[in-house]
């Protein structure tokens, strides 16, 4: 029951389905017991000349009437069963989603997505098979094999049934047997599927990098060996079935010789009737199903097993943040931070990637955060938005440590604008409205404006209806960056975090935006992160960080005349304007 903790919710809801199906299952099984009995009896009926044809005819009903039975109780497990284990296959796969979407970012850094989409789609289909199939083809196994074997054994002649049941175990074994291997070249053939699909979309997300480097043959021989793999597998896996299924037949077509040579001598020294040996021959056409199904059962609910372990263990993974108990929320919140002393590593690493921040920004005020790359200035943003905890130190927001603030509502108060601006694969309206689809066109195009983003909009053909493909393809670098800026302001955010996000506009764009968003953000607070000191000169306090410290702090005017990395860094970064005007 431990294996199935996961699933507990949807079992116990689903539990009467499950017996309704379940309990139909086994009338069909049962009902299906009754026509080679009736045959049977008609061929000796007619043998004896006892039978005329109304009393055929009457039987013909009766089988008719169990046909009508059999399929109305099949519908009905059918629904029930198979029903069930479709709604389990959706539940899950939503709780996993939903789990999977409060993971903290870490839990990515390591987790391949390839793998995690074939937790979602091949692992959940496993444990659909064994709550669906699975449970049928046990039942039926169970049911058929035992029911049928007794009325066999009591009803007709247990010596023919002992004869005629020697060749089904080996069917058993074999099925088995070769169901282990089927289930490992299976594995191995949904790896060179997987192969195969993950080659094709990185091949077509990187396809600008393979046509300049000119890898296209290189690209397609390797697509060829991943495809020849696949094929392979695969034909290694219809050998088997090749040679599975007409092994199944020759050993079923034994046990119906033995039962004709043994019951055809029984029939003749007339220790059996005829109508007995048809209705026993009937039987055991019925008990090869089952013994093929063993086979199935028993390597469709080790995959299922397998599977579900796969998926427990994800869902074991608890998202590392989760609020106190007693988190909070002010009642009037104000947009003031502190960093107090803060140090902080990456959890996978050794090194601190901050070290003793100490700062503080007010209500209104602009911190700009500069430095070398890998010094530190995204983990600080990562600190806020509590995708990661600081190791040492306290940071306040709204003079509330953030430990104690409910992180959700945190996030809900900064707009983030990411180094990476990634869009969805929608129109430019609904990536601008992330946060709220129902905000209406006007207020869009009101932040697209501020963005300076609007005039581009514009030009499109289908303007704010533009789709803008995988991840935004189809925009410049610049545009994204701008249209991710406009997605961050829709949420009229009470911190906005700028996390070098205007790295592919050009200055007097830059400048634009910045002069729009001095207005905007006039009541709130803005931290700018930039590698660019255009976009930060007009910060209220600027840090300048160096391996995670804060080595040069001040205003612009301030930390020039300290003449120290930042000056450095401001006049090469004239320098190079000037060469690029000259240009
Ligand atoms: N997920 C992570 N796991 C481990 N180390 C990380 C992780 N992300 C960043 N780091 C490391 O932390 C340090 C600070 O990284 P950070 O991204 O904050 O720098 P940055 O100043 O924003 O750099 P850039 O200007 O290039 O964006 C770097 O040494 C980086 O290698």
């Known amino acids: 029951m431990y294996l199935l903790r996961h699933l507990k919710d949807f079992l116990i809801t689903y539990k009467r389905q499950y017996l309704l199906g379940v309990s139909a299952l086994i009338i069909v099984d049962l009902l299906q017991l009754i026509p080679p009995k009736i045959i049977g009896s008609i061929t000796d009926s007619i043998k004896s000349g006892s039978i005329d044809a109304s009393g055929i005819t009457l039987y013909g009903f009766i089988i008719i009437g169990i046909a009508c039975l059999v399929a109305i109780f099949r519908y009905f497990w059918r629904m029930n069963i198979i029903g069930s ?183 003749i020294n007339g220790s059996l009737s005829l109508g007995d040996l048809v209705a026993f021959i009937t039987y055991l056409g019925m008990l090869i199903w089952p013994m093929m199904a063993i086979g199935w059962v028993i390597n469709s609910m080790q995959r299922g097993i397998a599977s579900i372990k796969r998926i427990n263990e994800i869902l074991d993974t608890a998202p590392a943040l989760i609020d106190k108990e007693a988190a909070i929320w002010p009642e009037a919140f104000t947009p003031r931070i502190s960093f107090e002393n803060v140090s902080f590593k990456y959890p996978q690493s050794e090194n601190f990637a901050l070290r003793n921040l100490d700062f503080h920004i007010n209500k209104g005020k602009i911190l700009a955060i500069v430095g070398k790359t890998g010094s530190g200035k995204s983990s600080v943003a990562s600190l806020l938005l509590r995708f990661y905890s600081h190791s040492d130190g306290i940071i306040n927001v709204s003079d509330t440590n953030i430990e104690d603030l409910k992180h959700k509502k945190l996030r809900e108060k900064i707009g983030y604008v990411p180094q990476e601006a990634f869009l969805f694969s929608c129109s430019i309206h609904e990536n601008i409205a992330f946060s709220n689809p129902e905000l209406p066109r006007e207020r869009v195009i009101e932040v697209a404006k501020i963005a300076a983003i609007d005039e581009d909009i514009t030009e499109f053909p289908a303007g704010y209806d533009t789709i803008v493909g995988e991840k935004g393809v189809t925009l410049s670098g610049g545009q994204k960056q701008r249209v991710a800026i406009a997605r961050a302001l829709i949420k009229n955010p009470e911190i906005l975090i700028l996390d070098d996000c205007l790295s592919a506009v050009d200055t007097k764009t830059e400048e634009k935006i910045l002069g729009h968003l001095k207005e905007v953000m006039k009541d709130r607070t803005s931290i700018i992160i930039s590698h660019r000191i255009s976009a930060i000169k007009d910060a209220d306090e600027i840090l300048y960080l160096e391996d995670g410290v804060i080595t040069e702090r001040g205003t612009h005017s301030e930390l020039l005349v300290q003449k120290g990395a930042y000056e450095d860094l401001y006049r090469k970064q004239l320098l190079e304007e000037k060469l690029d005007k000259e240009v």
């Open 85 to 267: 284990a479709r709604k389990l296959e959706c539940w899950l796969r939503n709780k996993l989603f939903i789990h999977l979407e409060d993971m903290t970012p870490e839990f990515f850094n390591y987790k391949k997505t390839g793998d995690l989409m074939a937790h979602a789609t091949n692992d959940i289909q496993a444990i659909r098979m064994s709550f669906g199939p699975g449970v049928i083809m046990t039942t039926d196994a169970i049911v058929i094999s035992i029911t049928t074997m007794v009325i066999m054994f009591s009803t007709i002649n247990p010596k023919l049934t002992i004869w005629a049941l020697l060749p089904l175990p080996f069917m058993a074994a074999l099925v088995t047997f070769l169901g282990k291997k089927i289930q490992k070249l299976y594995k191995q053939v949904q790896e060179a599927f997987s192969g195969l699909s993950d080659h094709t979309q990185e091949s077509i997300s990187g396809i600008r990098v393979i046509k300049s480097f000119v890898r296209e043959k290189s690209s397609l021989s390797n697509f060829e060996n991943t495809s020849e793999i696949y094929v392979n597998k695969n034909m290694k896996l219809a050998a088997i079935y090749g040679f599975m299924f007409p092994m199944i037949g020759f050993i079923s077509s034994i046990s119906f010789l033995i039962a004709l040579f043994q019951g055809g001598k029984m029939v």
